[in-house]
């Protein structure tokens, strides 16, 4: 199983119109370090692909016999050009990587954001995934570039996480039947290239609701750790449409929201839908999970013990969204936490407990 966390180094350029630059991407190989030594297995890697794909074409292309730029067909003035990789930022990734991979750490490349869809900021994109052929073409040639581009790494080593997130049936004209169709047709090109390279597919829903239909595609299916929301991001700056400033001040156990009674019992029962998943022969993974730092220390961790409990009962492996920040093990700045400092990380040494006892060995 694998246990680790997502880092943060290119999972978004930004807003509609990112100013983005090479300097602004660090990669902490301490980090890394860290999580090596504490036992960890696992790096999840999100990605916004305007590092990699910008400066569209919108209409115009160079020719490469004469250096002259010449106008193409109306049509084409209609349509956004996907295909201008970035040697710049990709060779960042490259770097990352190697850097994961070479710690004997197993990195989950991830699209968080993909042409035409994001769970955050939606409306920036100029297509849309679920509708449009031209995203759905840019998706599946970003993701066949990246298996040619990494297929001398093993299954053991990489894999690949399409989409980070896919929203609820109904939203952005997504049917179930329309999202497995995209994504079989990705998982399908990626095997072209590297037939055993290993495969995962987030659940709906922001990633909180199974999707068995896609059982027979021979993937991985992603889960999240995030319930109930109202006390994971309580206070979450970007959940304050939703009214997260409003919600009650969460307590755990016994939180009333959702239609439950929130306690280690009630999140044994919400993942049932992913144990009989498990249980058909499908392999789960939690992509995600974690506490926003807004709740209070003592709250956070009773919630930690219970969830990484259920995760071990389940024999489900987990990642925290990341490493270092408001949902992770270093620096997240709640109050009233128990601080450790090693190799310059300052961690939580209670969650640091937590996390790697809950890890099945």
Same mark, same amino acid.
């Given at each position: 199983m694998w246990y680790g966390f997502n880092v943060l180094w290119f999972f978004s350029a930004g807003g509609p119109n990112p100013e983005i630059s090479p300097e602004k991407i660090k990669i902490d190989e301490n980090d890394l370090d860290f999580m090596a030594e504490m036992g960890c297995n696992f790096v999840r890697v999100p990605t916004?692909?305007?590092?990699?794909?910008?400066?569209?074409? +919108?209409?115009?292309?160079?020719?490469?016999?004469?250096?002259?730029?010449?106008?193409?067909? #109306?049509? /084409?003035?209609?349509?956004?050009?996907?295909?201008?990789?970035?040697?710049?930022?990709?060779? +960042?990734?490259?770097?990352?990587?190697?850097?994961?991979?070479?710690?004997?750490?197993?990195?989950?490349?991830?699209?968080?954001?993909? &042409?035409?869809?994001?769970?955050?900021?939606?409306? $920036?994109?100029?297509?849309? +995934? $679920?509708?449009?052929?031209?995203?759905?073409? @840019?998706?599946?040639?970003?993701?066949?570039?990246?298996?040619?581009?990494?297929? #001398?790494?093993?299954?053991?080593?990489?894999?690949?996480?399409? +989409?980070?997130?896919?929203?609820? &049936?109904?939203?952005?004209?997504?049917?179930?039947?329309?999202? #497995?169709?995209?994504?079989?047709?990705? @998982?399908?090109?990626?095997?072209?290239?590297?037939?055993?390279?290993?495969?995962? /597919?987030?659940?709906? /829903?922001?990633?909180?609701?199974?999707a068995p239909e896609l059982s027979d595609l021979n993937v991985v299916m992603s889960g999240r750790g995030y319930m109930p929301m109202r006390l994971t991001h309580w206070k979450a700056e970007w959940m304050q449409k939703n009214g997260s400033f409003d919600w009650e001040y969460p307590q755990w156990p016994g939180m009333e929201c959702d239609g439950r009674k929130w306690c280690r019992e009630e999140l044994l029962d919400f993942y049932k839908p992913w144990k009989e998943m498990a249980d058909a022969g499908n392999i789960v993974h939690i992509g995600e999970c974690g506490c926003y730092n807004k709740v209070s220390n003592e709250t956070a961790l009773a919630w930690y013990k219970d969830f990484f409990s259920v995760m071990n009962e389940l024999n489900f492996g987990y990642a925290l969204w990341n490493f270092r920040g408001p949902f992770g093990i270093a620096e997240h700045g709640r109050e009233g936490t128990n601080w450790e400092v090693k190799n310059g990380i300052k961690f939580d040494k209670d969650l640091y407990k937590l996390f790697v006892e809950g890890m099945k060995k």
């Open positions: 916004d692909y305007r590092y990699f794909v910008h400066d569209f074409d +919108l209409g115009f292309n160079t020719n490469p016999k004469n250096g002259r730029v010449k106008a193409l067909s #109306k049509a /084409c003035l209609d349509r956004t050009y996907y295909g201008n990789y970035d040697e710049t930022y990709l060779k +960042l990734l490259d770097r990352a990587v190697e850097a994961i991979v070479s710690r004997g750490l197993h990195c989950s490349l991830n699209v968080h954001r993909g &042409p035409g869809y994001c769970i955050n900021g939606n409306e $920036w994109e100029k297509h849309n +995934l $679920w509708q449009d052929k031209i995203a759905q073409d @840019a998706f599946t040639e970003l993701w066949a570039h990246f298996a040619e581009r990494y297929k #001398k790494y093993s299954k053991d080593q990489l894999s690949f996480d399409l +989409l980070n997130e896919p929203p609820a &049936p109904g939203e952005y004209g997504l049917t179930r039947e329309i999202h #497995k169709d995209v994504m079989a047709r990705v @998982a399908g090109e990626i095997r072209k290239i590297s037939p055993e390279r290993t495969i995962i /597919c987030d659940g709906l /829903c922001g990633g909180h609701v199974a």
